[in-house]
């Protein structure tokens, strides 16, 4: 995980410009909407719809556009009716990605994900080629700084926490079951310890190194060219990148 943790700190940089295009708030907004749809709108009862609200806070979401999100989910005003779906592939050096997304038109955006596949190098598959490398896991991050080791580990484990991991330079990983990703969070909360990020997602069993900067370009065009499309919420992939060759393509 330690070049996807290294990748997620330049993803969370280059955030801001997209936040800039609204794209941040929109897919915000969707997420909230389908969460409300199949969850209901009490965020109490509904941990989707609380982890999505929260996270628009965190962008400084206008709650007035929490609500009508909210209320188009439940029905109380009209909204757009979009539908999950997932892409699944493959990127230079036959590297597995893997992408979470909603539509309202799915032919749409299937053509279009295909042709973004295409253009960087890669191609999209059936589902379910790629989706057995992947396992969903909730992951934690926290920075090391912040708390010692131990007593991290202490309130994680005793929260239900499956594992964690310290062997970067500047978090800590803890990982959870989906379940009970939301009482881990609750629990560090609750101890006054600042949790970094935070999400369910999906993990790679395995991994592909990728050792030259023209392919990691290649491979990271791909992956923020998908992470930028409207219909698309979440990318994964199982690539292993050297931080060095991260900082230097960063520059």
């Known amino acids: ?36 749809r199949l969850g209901g709108g009490n965020m109490e009862h509904n941990p989707r719809l609380r982890k999505a609200v929260d996270d628009a806070r965190a962008e400084n979401m206008p709650s007035e556009n ?5 209320q188009k989910g439940t029905g109380e005003i009209p909204g757009v009716n979009y539908e999950e779906l997932t892409f699944e592939g493959y990127g230079p050096a036959g590297v597995a990605v893997y992408a979470e997304g909603s539509t309202d038109n799915r032919n749409r955006t299937a053509q279009q994900v295909r042709k973004i596949f295409e253009e960087h190098g890669g191609n999209m598959g059936n589902a379910g080629c790629v989706a057995f490398l992947f396992e969903k896991k909730g992951y934690l991050t926290v920075k090391k700084k912040a708390v010692a080791e131990d007593e991290l580990m202490g309130v994680a484990l005793d929260a239900g926490a499956d594992d964690m991991k310290s062997e970067g330079d500047e978090d800590h990983e803890i990982f959870t079951s989906p379940q009970g990703f939301e009482a881990v969070r609750e629990a560090l909360k609750a101890k006054g310890i600042p949790v970094e990020s935070s999400e369910v ?23 923020e060219s998908l992470e930028e499309h409207d219909d698309v919420s979440h990318v994964y992939s199982n690539f292993d990148i050297p931080a060095q060759i991260l900082d230097s393509l960063d520059k």
């Open 1 to 36: 995980m330690g070049g996807h943790s290294h990748w997620a700190g330049i993803k969370h940089k280059k955030a801001l410009t997209d936040a800039k295009r609204g794209k941040v708030w929109t897919k915000l907004v969707r997420e909230i909407t389908i969460a409300a």
């Open 66 to 70: 929490v609500k009508r999100a909210i």
């Open 201 to 223: 997602t999906m993990l790679p069993k395995t991994s592909v190194r990728i050792e030259d900067s023209e392919t990691a370009r290649k491979l990271l065009a791909l992956i």
